[in-house]
């Protein structure tokens, strides 16, 4: 028993050790992923002020969360600086995977984790900025999403 809580505890700890970023709601729709991506430029715009905040999202945002973030925070006003990996057109896409992370350059750096718990209708959007995060519940009914509860901010 004592063996098995051993390796409960390192495993645990081993995966707040990594930071994967990316989307991991695989399940989510585009107009899912839109909404969220809406509401999230909402909050930051809150906290953020446009036009005077520049943002380094410090992964590739391959997913449709991502592209749909980009997009909005750009339209908004924000200075964003992304990392965009370039692939030979002749190649098959790759598979999505946790984002590699990238050093950040002058300015806020942002990173965001998309997720749903299995087996729920729930949603988690934590978005983080410099050394503070958002986060946000949804749950998901009738092809929709409405926010769950406020946002919270840790600092």
Known sequence: MHKILTLALLATLAGCASKPYGNFAEDASLTTNQTLAADTVKQLMVVY???????????????AYGRS???????????????????????????IKAATVYPAGPGLSMSYVIDNPPETNLYRVTVTVGYQSLTRAYVAQNNTVQPAGAWTRKE
Do not use: M
């Open 69 to 95: 973030l980009v997009s909005t925070l750009r339209a908004k006003g924000y200075a964003l600086q992304e990392i965009t990996e370039q692939q030979p057109k002749d190649e098959a896409p790759k598979p």
């Open 49 to 63: 002020p446009p036009a005077s905040t520049r943002l380094n999202l410090v992964h590739e945002a391959p997913d």
